[in-house]
């Protein structure tokens, strides 16, 4: 370890450091200095304290309005204006669940998702109904990696799990990878499918996921990212808002399995966590609410991190004025700074060990 210091510091030379050259004021006029910049980086550190608390409870505020609109109180006015007229979600789960058997083009013979069991989940509202996203989706997982791959000429743009993140996407780094005729539909991502990070090292990572909306066409994924296709595209924005919310969170948290500090989502277990259905037309009234508070929220973010960069910009600027003789007035009664610095090279000299001569040996 020392070695490696030793080696980090093989270019830093005392006469080096001797020779850099300091801007050097009268001592008084450095004291001035000192107060000046002591008192606007206070002011600096309260006005930096304070955007952090409302960052803080913007992230909170986020998480308000997710819990409220999942649990049905965001829209509660709204349904109750409109309860003479909406499905329930029981039936909206019946419609989806006839068009998967109408549409079943799956192995073997179709088998009924399995009704999940509501027992220790919360309440819902009047009209809403548990379902799992096997009752309500497809759940696909993606091409898995290999040397072969490079021979084939099929060749598609491959999503990968760096470029997913919690509610967006990066794409500036897409790669290319070949692809069979006999996988192509499987794995091809079409508007709306819900893209989940499979594994993580850290809990609260696992299963991060974003919608995906045709932003290159074509477009395959790969086996560490899941899809979930769901049967009423409708649903997709609104599943991925419950996902985010605390106890969609919680649901995924639960059956995500740790091996070797990896968290993991299967397909089985992504087809096993439950979703809070009421009518389509309330799902687009949830999704719609949080878009709206979800715009504003992240004005005021802007706002907060454009403030944050500015007053590291202005303490930069405080300094580059400090040692320039700019940020203090100067006072011709002070002591020039030629004299001070002449007085510190006589101190320095007296306190100086004085060399020993060596006595001639006598003859």
């Known amino acids: 370890m020392w070695s490696a210091y030793q080696q980090s510091m093989r270019n830093i030379s005392q006469d080096g450091i001797r020779r850099i050259t300091l801007?050097?004021?009268?001592?008084?006029?450095?004291?001035?200095?000192?107060?000046?910049?002591?008192?606007?980086?206070?002011?600096?550190?309260?006005?930096?304290?304070?955007?952090?608390?409302?960052?803080?409870?913007?992230?909170?505020?986020?998480?308000?309005?997710?819990?409220?609109?999942?649990?049905?109180?965001?829209?509660?006015?709204?349904?109750?204006?409109?309860?003479?007229?909406?499905?329930?979600?029981?039936?909206?789960?019946?419609?989806?669940?006839?068009?998967?058997?109408e549409n079943w083009q799956g192995r073997g013979k179709y088998k009924e998702p399995v009704v999940p069991d509501s027992g220790d989940l919360p309440e819902l509202p009047e009209g809403w109904v548990w379902a799992s996203v096997d009752q309500l989706a497809e759940v696909i997982g993606g091409l898995t990696k290999n040397s072969k791959r490079s021979t084939l000429p099929l060749k598609k743009p491959m999503l990968r799990v760096a470029n997913v993140y919690q509610n967006r996407l990066d794409l500036e780094d897409v790669h290319d990878t070949g692809v069979s005729e006999g996988e192509l539909s499987?794995?091809?991502?079409?508007?709306?499918?819900?893209?989940?990070?499979?594994?993580?090292g850290s809990k609260g990572q696992i299963g991060r996921m974003a919608v995906w909306r045709d932003e290159i066409p074509g477009a395959v994924h790969q086996n560490h990212l899941i899809k979930v296709r769901m049967v009423d595209k409708l649903i997709s924005d609104y599943s991925m808002w419950w996902f985010q919310s605390l106890y969609g969170r919680q649901n995924i948290e639960k059956v995500a399995s740790s091996t070797s500090g990896l968290y993991t989502l299967s397909i089985s277990k992504i087809e096993s966590l439950v979703i809070p259905l009421p009518s389509l037309d309330e799902v687009e009234q949830v999704v719609a609410a949080i878009d709206e508070a979800f715009s504003k929220i992240g004005?005021?973010?802007?706002?907060?991190?454009?403030?944050?960069?500015?007053?590291?910009?202005?303490?930069?600027?405080?300094?580059?004025?400090?040692?320039?003789?700019?940020?203090?007035?100067?006072?011709?009664?002070?002591?020039?700074?030629?004299e001070l610095l002449a007085r510190i090279r006589a101190e320095r000299d007296a306190a100086a060990p004085k060399k020993r001569t060596r006595k001639k040996a006598s003859a």
């Open 299 to 338: 004005q005021l973010e802007d706002w907060c991190q454009t403030e944050l960069t500015r007053s590291a910009a202005l303490r930069q600027s405080i300094l580059k004025d400090a040692f320039a003789g700019k940020l203090v007035p100067q006072d011709p009664a002070d002591e020039p700074a030629s």
């Open 186 to 200: 499987r794995v091809t991502l079409q508007d709306r499918d819900i893209l989940v990070v499979e594994g993580n």
């Open 23 to 101: 801007p050097f004021p009268p001592f008084n006029e450095q004291r001035r200095i000192v107060d000046k910049i002591e008192s606007l980086f206070a002011q600096l550190d309260h006005g930096e304290a304070s955007l952090r608390d409302v960052q803080k409870l913007l992230a909170r505020y986020r998480q308000s309005v997710l819990k409220a609109a999942v649990t049905g109180q965001l829209t509660a006015d709204w349904r109750a204006e409109n309860a003479d007229r909406l499905e329930s979600g029981s039936d909206l789960l019946e419609r989806i669940l006839q068009a998967r058997r």
